[in-house]
């Protein structure tokens, strides 16, 4: 079993900052890549930003140059610090990951999800 934990969810007005965390538990081998969606109220979820186990970064075009998605690899976590937040980015943040255990099995894991809210 493999346990997703997301933190630092909240409210901020809209040029803030927030930083999220997501930290996996459980029988871990290894994760490979880590990520970062949202899903704003009727809308379908979107990838935000991911990372690989080698470190290398994806961006959603929206967020470039404004969120940095990082990872701790032996905390086994994943951060996205989110700076000049827009109004339009509220949604539930959640993160996903894919851990590997010792016998090479492979899983895709959910954070339970952290609202993010952006007042104008």
């Known amino acids: 079993q493999v346990q997703l934990v997301e933190s630092g969810g909240g409210m901020v007005q809209a040029g803030g900052s927030l930083k999220l965390s997501c930290a996996a538990s459980g029988t871990i081998f290894s994760i490979k890549s880590m990520g970062w969606y949202r899903q704003a109220p009727q809308k379908e979820r ?8 080698g470190g290398s970064t994806n961006y959603a075009d929206s967020v470039k140059g404004r969120f940095t998605i990082s990872r701790d690899n032996a905390k086994n976590t994943v951060y996205l610090q989110m700076n000049s937040l827009k109004p339009e980015e509220t949604a539930v943040y959640y993160c996903r990951m894919s851990p590997v255990d010792s016998l090479g099995r492979q899983r895709d894991d959910w954070g339970q999800g952290t609202q993010v809210t952006v007042s104008s």
């Open 46 to 53: 979107e990838l935000v930003a991911g990372i690989t186990s």
